[in-house]
């Protein structure tokens, strides 16, 4: 990972922003955008986080992003796009203070190691597929839920090892990770974006089409990394419904024809003239 050039455009401070705003403003705001070094493009779609914790937003289509309500204090702004080079930088942050920054990045090759597919292939989104490739944690694929048969999620976590399920009633079920301390959660992620931990048993197994394991940070790639993180990390990811087969249209009813006597010939029947 290498830190580029980050560029403040401006930070309003509290005095700045006159004494009334002030008090009506007790949180703070850290906006900005993301551009390509030199041609100066926006970068669409990066991930834009605060390392320690679960906020985390995306780039718009003018690279702008955005985080409000912050209390006031030091934060660590990570910025991370496929085919660009991460950016990170703290940040101070005052009370009731406006930071505009301006982050350029520019486009770097993405070297993944070599894969050998064998069989049928793998179904799943791209960070799926790629933090797999990576192997850095476990991984479960719809093909394995089949095989064991899981009923549950809570099910298909006992196969991971390192993991303790702990279930009340059969329903409710906390995930544990059997190194962290004790009562600590693992963060929870649904197709990306965090989650509660109560997915974990609310969620069909007939709608998962895998799951990600980290068992703690030594694992846990960047893009994942929060406080909750020193837990471990759960990722689940659903099953893409398949799309809507076409309707066929209907077919045209074929004339009947019925036999003229008068002219010794067949003839489609039809309205009398």
Known sequence: MRTIGIGVIAALAAGAIGPGAVQAQATGVIRGVLLTTGERRPVEGARISLVGTTVATRTGATGGFEFTGLEAGRYLIRVAAIGYATVTTPIDLKSGQIVDLE?????????????????????????????????????????????????????????????????????????????????????????????????????????????????????????????????GVVVIWTRTPPPPRPKEPKSKPKPVSSPDTSHGVRRAAGPLA
Do not use: H
């Not at 190691?113 to 049928?120: L, M, N």
């Not at 990576?134 to 390192?162: N, S």
């Not at 974006?193 to 609310?202: E, M, Q, R, Y």
């Open 103 to 231: 982050f350029n990045t520019e486009a770097e090759a993405v070297n993944l190691p070599e894969v050998t597919v064998e069989g049928e292939a793998t179904n799943g989104p791209m960070d799926w597929l790629r933090r797999k490739s990576e192997g850095r944690g476990r991984y479960i694929d719809r093909a394995e839920i089949e095989r064991r048969q899981a009923a549950t999620l809570p099910d298909v976590m006992r196969m991971v090892p390192g993991v303790r399920v702990e279930c009340r009633n059969g329903m409710q079920c906390a995930i544990r990770m059997t190194r962290a301390p004790r009562g600590c959660n693992p963060a929870f992620f649904m197709d990306g974006v965090p989650s509660d931990p109560a997915i974990a048993w609310l969620t069909p197994v007939q709608e998962v089409e895998g799951v990600e394991v980290y068992s703690g940070p030594a694992q846990t790639p960047p893009e994942l990394e929060s406080f909750q993180a020193r837990c």
